[in-house]
């Protein structure tokens, strides 16, 4: 029976159970276990609590990966669904439940009918929230000499009609860093500010110097978010000795990103060295942008067309981040969206949960997908 697999109720089952980014071995355990039961024999801890299935043709052909992350966020569920959180400050905001879900259901399906050539490899990936799960599960020895022509993942998209395939070749979804940056100098009796070397004439300039950084590369789409900033401690009698600023970066420009970050390292320097200074500049959950192949984007376009599915194409890309980027700045394809609905709650709300509608339309685009690159599937 092809359809004795219930995604929804799995769904919920791993909504119960979120877990945090690195902390998801109950979660892989229930994707593991639940492959078992399809007959499948998951590859498991691969870079972390990663999951890999090799599905195998009869014939020689192509290797297509599917991925779905499966982390979830520290964000304290309100508690009025039947199936909400168990885990206390712990909530599946962002949908990875239903990711999982969906390609769960692909297997379910793929166990039946297999590809008629070629590989199939369903990715089963952790810590995406905090940008180290793709990078760790690429770099295992399951994947670092893998030779793969097809990757492709969605994430689901409030803010969009339900079931709408939402494209875009090129740049899907921006690279992001953090930033800390910290002075230091000395602290002195606030009469007598000379004695010691305050930070707060280089921290304005650090502020000013990351406000103005996206204006040096006009041929980007990127900004700075300032996050924080602290100077010395409140005591009126103390002259500061330390400051800190944290912002984030982001860029559609990976070659842009990289130059911002190196200039931001150069300035700030200037500035701590100018003002007798020591710095640290430290990263923080680094994402590269996630960039599409035109081809691999056609290939969504024509298996959403293929099912009726309505196609939006983004006109400019997602200012998130999705480190799914990994996969494909090693191996060709796309990341894609699926509407959510348009009044759905946002991505990261409380009141956010996966719209389980959308789980058969996840399921049978991937399925799709899989039939252009491998050959019909059947059944
Ligand atoms: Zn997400």
């Known amino acids: 029976m092809a359809n004795e697999f219930d995604p929804v109720t799995l769904r919920h089952t791993l909504h119960q159970t979120p877990e945090l980014s690195n902390h998801e071995a109950l979660t892989a355990r229930t ?18 609590h ?19 992350d499966f982390d979830a966020l520290p964000i304290e569920e309100p508690g009025s669904l039947a199936y909400c959180s168990q885990h206390s400050g712990v909530m599946h905001a962002c949908g990875h439940d239903g990711h999982t879900a969906a390609l769960l259901a692909v297997a379910a399906e793929l166990r039946h009918t297999p590809p008629a050539r070629g590989t199939v ?8 929230e905090t940008g180290e799960g793709a990078a760790r599960m690429c770099e295992s020895p399951a994947l670092t000499n893998a030779q793969i022509d097809n990757v492709y993942a969605f994430h689901n998209l409030p803010g969009f009609s339900q ?6 070749p090129g740049t899907f979804a921006c690279a992001s860093t953090g930033v800390a940056i910290e002075l230091y100098g000395k602290t002195s009796h606030a009469a007598y500010p000379e004695r010691g070397i305050s930070p ?14 996206p204006d040096a590369y006009p041929d980007a789409n990127s900004l700075v978010t300032l996050v924080h900033a602290q100077l010395g401690e409140p005591a009126y009698g103390v002259a500061p000795g330390q400051a800190t600023v944290m912002a984030t970066l982001r860029s559609d420009d990976n070659a842009c990103f990289h130059a911002m970050k190196a200039d931001l390292i150069d300035k700030v320097n200037t500035l701590a060295a100018r003002a007798g200074l020591t710095v640290s500049v430290c990263w923080h959950e680094p994402f590269i942008a996630a960039e599409n192949s035109t081809h691999h984007t056609q290939h969504v376009v024509n298996a959403a067309q293929s099912l009726g599915l309505a196609v939006h194409r983004l006109t400019e890309p997602m ?46 685009l991937f399925t799709a997908l899989v039939a252009e690159h491998h050959g019909c599937i059947t059944g």
């Open 31 to 48: 994707i593991a276990a639940q492959l078992r039961q399809f007959g499948f024999h998951p590859a498991t801890d691969v870079g972390g």
């Open 50 to 68: 990663g999951i890999l299935v090799t599905i195998q043709g009869a014939a020689p052909g192509p290797t297509t990966l599917l991925r779905a």
């Open 121 to 128: 490899l369903l990715a089963f990936q952790p810590a995406e």
């Open 163 to 168: 079931h709408q395939i939402v494209v875009r």
């Open 200 to 213: 707060a004439s280089a921290m304005t300039g650090v502020l000013h110097t990351l406000t103005q950084l």
């Open 319 to 364: 200012r998130w981040s999705e480190d799914v980027a990994e996969f494909l700045a090693r191996w060709p394809g796309a990341l894609f969206g699926i509407g959510s609905g348009e009044h759905h709650p946002q991505l990261h709300n409380p009141d956010y949960d996966f719209p389980d509608a959308i789980l058969p339309t996840a399921k049978a």
